[in-house]
Nanobody, 126 residues
């Protein structure tokens, strides 16, 4: 059974930084993709950043390019999202997700996502 558990959310002032972590258990894909998504109140879930585990290619939403960095530590089965120069519009629940194959329901940047974490709240005040 695959479990994704996010941590690292919190409240910061605009211009500050946070690092989100996502620890994966039971996930055996070695050449798939994982990513971070977010959903703000009243808005649809959107992709923030995706990384291809095997090759390391990364993709970012235009709104976070140059400010956010996605990375992985395979030894720790952990995915990270370093968020710098945060803005109030970054306020949302952030979700970790991973490719599942048959259960994928969200597709972006050439990858499908079917495993989801519970989310962690990020609040940026002005």
């Amino acid at each position: 059974q695959v479990q994704l558990v996010e941590s690292g959310g919190g409240s910061v002032q605009a211009g500050g930084s946070l690092r989100l972590s996502c620890t994966a258990s039971g996930y055996t894909y070695s050449n798939a993709c994982m990513g971070w998504f977010r959903q703000a109140p009243g808005k649809e879930r959107e992709a923030v950043a995706v990384i291809y585990i095997g090759g390391g290619s990364t993709y970012y939403a235009d709104s976070v390019k140059g400010r956010f960095t996605i990375s992985q530590d395979n030894a720790k089965n952990t995915l990270y999202l370093q968020m710098n120069r945060l803005k109030p519009e970054d306020t949302a629940i952030y979700y970790c997700a991973a490719y599942s194959g048959r259960y994928d329901t969200y597709y972006v940047w050439g990858c499908g996502f079917g495993y989801w974490g519970q989310g962690t709240q990020v609040t940026v005040s002005s």
